[in-house]
């Protein structure tokens, strides 16, 4: 009996030791970070020691990611883009872009994201536009609000373009809103599972909590219904970071124009919970419009113009950004809206 125990016991281990070995050397768990050649990331209990998302300034690097190679550059803000004056030229439609990756351009190189062909777009239909880019990888509207008000204060523009994407749902389910910064200068986010560390060091463990859990988004701990509910509460926390963009704009007699899309998973997945994200823009829409807000909702636009091409076409196999190609395609369509909509005008 003994002898048998110790046997089962054997044979259990090397089972889920071959099983843990095959699931990392196929990579069928990993998360976002780790599929694109870097560590695992959590996405939850992390403490920073101020309320601002940005990236270090004046640096020069190459992005760690195994989809894209490009350099990258920070300007004296620690923003994607060159340096720029507080002040205004008169002959130039000053805009300021704000948002996360996407805005920023992650997977393109500078001079091809859909913010610096936006310029271009806007030139040939007769526009002079200066058009600046301050979003941020990894920030939020929250993160995009805190820095315009507080950073880029004094800072003259004619328009600030407040992006609103799909992850920025997710973001909103791991941070939650202006609670997140705590009166001492610090921020905090949401806290993990206690089953956290499992998910980090075990693929097997992977396996079985997302299967448990139903959960949509590897490494995120939350059912479909838990993120359905949670986007009630992000579409309200948007709409009132919108209120305060419009509000600190005006002081500088500048006007808001939102901008909300979808990103290449949103194009190429059709499920309930990407459903409910395109729901609640056609929802902030409406709000919007109600204030005299102007809005551009490009998720039908842009899936429109790429769901029948390949999806490589326009993003990478593992990294969920567009590439070149794809923000080409944004900056026509975001341009053609602005055009159409007489938000700016010849």
């Known amino acids: 009996m003994k002898k048998y125990l110790v046997y089962s016991v054997f044979i259990t281990l090397v089972t889920l030791i071959t099983a843990e070995v095959y699931l990392r050397h196929k990579g069928i768990y990993d998360t976002f970070p780790e599929s694109i050649g870097k560590r695992y990331t959590t996405y ?10 940005i990236n270090k300034p004046d640096r020069d690097y190459i992005p760690e990611n195994s989809d894209f190679h ?6 004296s803000l620690g923003l994607r883009e060159k340096n720029f004056s507080k002040e205004k030229k008169d002959s130039f439609i000053r805009i300021f872009v704000t948002g996360d990756s996407f805005a920023e351009g992650q997977g ?75 009166a001492d200068g610090t921020t905090h986010y949401r806290k993990g599972p206690w089953y956290e560390p499992f998910y980090h060091y075990s693929y097997f463990a992977r396996g079985i909590i997302e299967h448990v859990g ?43 124009i939102v901008v909300m899309f979808s990103t290449p998973i949103g194009i190429r997945n059709d499920n309930n919970v990407n459903r409910k994200f395109r729901q609640c823009f ?35 196999p593992n990294d969920p950004h567009f590439n070149p190609y794809g923000y080409n395609v944004m900056a026509q369509v975001i341009e053609h809206k602005l055009i159409e909509n007489n938000i700016l005008t010849r």
């Open 282 to 316: 056609m929802d902030i829409q409406q709000q919007l419009a109600k204030k005299n807000i102007a809005c551009i909702n490009i998720w039908d636009d842009l899936k429109n113009s790429l769901k029948n091409k390949d999806y490589l076409r326009y993003s990478y």
């Open 70 to 75: 490009y350099r990258y550059h920070t300007n």
């Open 214 to 256: 139903e959960f949509p988004f590897r490494g995120i701990y939350a059912s479909e219904n838990d993120f359905i509910t949670s986007t009630d509460s992000a579409k309200v926390c948007y709409s009132a970071v919108i209120d305060s963009f419009v509000n600190i704009a005006q002081e500088s007699k500048a006007k808001i």
């Open 44 to 53: 939850y209990n992390d403490v920073f020691p101020t309320w601002y998302f």
């Open 108 to 182: 393109a190189p500078y001079d091809s994201t859909w913010v610096h062909l936006l310029s271009r777009y806007l030139a040939k239909d007769g526009i002079n536009a200066e058009v600046l880019n301050t979003g941020v990888a990894g920030s939020d509207p929250v993160y995009n609000y805190v820095f315009h008000r507080d950073i880029l204060k004094g800072y003259k523009s004619d328009y600030v373009v407040v992006c609103i994407n799909y992850s920025d749902f997710t973001d909103y389910l791991l941070r939650g809103g202006l609670e997140r910064f705590h």
